[in-house]
């Protein structure tokens, strides 16, 4: 009887058990930096309706219990859920008093990519816990609450119901807009049933337009004396209540951008602004939360298009609030962006774009302390690496045909309108120009991902690099405790500062009789800031970014004792003898 080989059966017992691993190690060669085999399987070439982003979220949260948490922060106004995923190490502290970074994206409806970016980020980070270090430390000692979506009911039509490019820009609140006492019974018709909105062009004789001879899909404008053959009639589109206008009184029109509340301006000043700040359910919840969780010290929000990493004021009236130490942390962190992303330029907005009030932007650090940029996704840039500019109609065409093999254009076709006459309707769809196409869309979500975590990452970190003590005689000692801010955020911005939105940082002696304590000014003079009241727990206003700040207490017979620090954006420190 032969000897069993027990080595050759647990090996075949091996194979069975995880034979699947095995073969996706024969069909697959990782790549480096990205997800391996990962738990939740996604597209990152593809846009996700409002369900495949809950539906996605919901599986991430499943997958990874102890790094996620799933949570509503609030209603949209059609009722729909605006779904926050916490994403954090559970098992070394509280996300919550951890320094956090805050992400979301789609606050207009019909920038639909930033909840991709945002939903790429929870994905990466939770998929790549435990693969890279850098990763695994990361989320050891920060948190990122990250909302895809801040308007999931206009994201929801943008994508099922007939728009343009550019529509809605609002939310689903209906407004009058002609004012001629009815609200939204004018919109966009999609006269050709394709769910696209696009252009509609009519031949005539003091037209402005030809069609080019080497390439009927493009209109060139002739010289000011010469006839063209056709006129522009705008987007598709009736006259359906009858007033001589087509598409004048559709969805809004309000701009969930201009509701913040800092430097807020009536309509009549900021277009766009609706009855007052915060008068957008929407908004309200999202600075419900912030509220409530000082520990944010970063935000990011994602928009598009024009590849920008932006930063505020948004208004030049506002130009000082924003102090010098405070713009070389965005210039240090923005510029590292700029390396990040190419074809992406970092800017102020009211001196590079325009002016903006009561801009979100503006309210997360205005009103909040928090240092936060906007991305306006997307550049012409990406598709042939040349800076060709917004909007060339020769460089999207060429997309068009080379690129996306002509997915990009609807070509033009007869139609009977009712009050034009014959047109002819065609154009670009709806998501194209302002939204990636796939191709492109995973590797400007991986990069906008990098710069957001390379924020996150320089959010405050807090140690106790040294305590000394020193005997002052008759039972008297003196300690002082160095602690050391490891990261370019301080643990209050200057406008933290300045209004003193968040308490002071809190530096504590435990099991010792403290008969004095004080923040040392400067060590080589002995210059110090005694604290009267409570010497056990001082309060100090501020610990710089890269810098250290020392604590000394005078105590009497200590032994062994403890310090810690807490800091609402900088966390948490301790040391113990």
Not at 91 to 119: R, V, W
Not at 497 to 515: C, G, M, Q, W, Y
Request: charged fraction near 25%; glycine fraction near 8%.
């Amino acid at each position: 009887m032969k000897a069993i080989n027990y080595t050759s059966l647990f090996c075949l017992a091996i194979v069975l058990m995880f034979g699947s691993v095995s073969q996706a190690q024969e069909k697959f060669f990782r790549a480096i930096g990205t997800p391996h085999e990962p738990k939740v399987e996604a597209s990152w070439n593809r846009y996700n309706t409002y369900d495949g982003i809950v539906d996605l979220m919901k599986k991430i949260n499943k997958a990874y219990p102890k790094l996620t948490r799933l949570e509503s922060i609030g209603k949209s106004y059609e009722d729909r859920d605006i779904y926050m995923l916490t994403v954090s190490d559970f098992n070394t502290g509280n996300p919550d008093e951890k320094p956090a970074m805050y992400i979301d994206g789609n606050i207009h409806s019909n920038e639909i990519q930033g909840a991709e970016f945002s939903l790429y980020t929870a994905w990466y980070l939770t998929e790549m816990f435990d693969d890279l270090e850098f990763i695994t430390e990361l989320l050891e000692d920060k948190t990122f609450y990250i909302v895809p979506t801040i308007n999931p009911d206009a994201r929801d039509n943008y994508m099922k119901e007939p728009n343009t490019p550019h529509s809605p820009r609002s939310g689903m609140i209906v407004l009058d807009n002609d004012g001629d006492g009815e609200s939204g019974e004018d919109r966009f018709d999609d006269l050709d049933g394709n769910n696209h909105i696009t252009y509609m062009i009519r031949k005539s004789p003091t037209g402005q337009y030809i069609k080019d001879p080497q390439d009927d899909r493009r209109l060139i404008r002739v010289a000011d004396e010469e006839q063209g053959e056709y006129e522009m009639l705008g987007y598709e589109g009736i006259d359906n209540d009858g007033d001589g206008e087509v598409n004048e009184d559709g969805i809004g029109y309000y701009d969930p951008n201009r509701d913040w509340g800092w430097k807020w301006q009536p309509d009549y000043v900021q277009r766009g602004a609706y009855k007052y700040p915060f008068s957008l359910p929407e908004n309200r919840a999202v600075a419900d939360f912030v509220m409530k969780h000082p520990n944010i010290a970063g935000a990011q929000s994602y928009h598009n298009y024009g590849g920008m990493i932006l930063r505020g004021p948004g208004a030049e009236e506002d130009k000082d609030t924003y102090n010098r130490e405070d713009v070389r942390i965005y210039d240090a962190i923005a510029e590292k962006g700029e390396e990040m992303i190419p074809g992406y330029r970092y800017l102020t907005v009211y001196k590079d774009l325009y002016s903006v009030f009561g801009g979100e932007l503006d309210w997360f650090y205005g009103g909040r302390g928090i240092y936060t940029y906007t991305n306006e996704l997307m550049v012409s840039y990406l598709y042939y690496h040349k800076n060709e500019g917004r909007g060339n109609q020769e460089e999207e065409l060429k997309v068009d045909k080379y690129l996306t093999f002509g997915d990009a254009f609807i070509d033009w076709k007869e139609y009977k309108h009712p009050q034009y006459g014959t047109i002819e309707i065609g154009g670009f769809k709806k998501n194209f120009g302002r939204a990636h196409p796939g191709f492109l869309l995973e590797q400007d979500a991986h990069r906008n991902m990098a710069f957001t975590i390379y924020h996150g990452y320089q959010t405050p970190k807090l140690s106790i690099i040294d305590v000394e003590e020193k005997s002052l005689g008759s039972g008297l000692k003196e300690i002082t405790a160095t602690i050391y801010n490891e990261r370019l955020m301080p643990t209050h911005s200057s406008q933290d500062l300045k209004f003193k939105i968040e308490r002071p940082d809190l530096v504590t002696i435990s099991n010792a009789d403290v008969v004095a304590g004080m923040i040392v000014e400067d060590e080589d003079f002995n210059k110090v800031n005694e604290q009267v009241h409570h010497p056990e727990t001082l309060r100090v206003p501020n610990i710089p970014g890269m810098e250290t700040v020392k604590a000394r207490w005078i105590v009497s017979g200590a032994g062994n004792y403890n310090i810690n620090v807490d800091s609402a954006k900088g966390g948490k420190a301790s040391w113990s003898k």
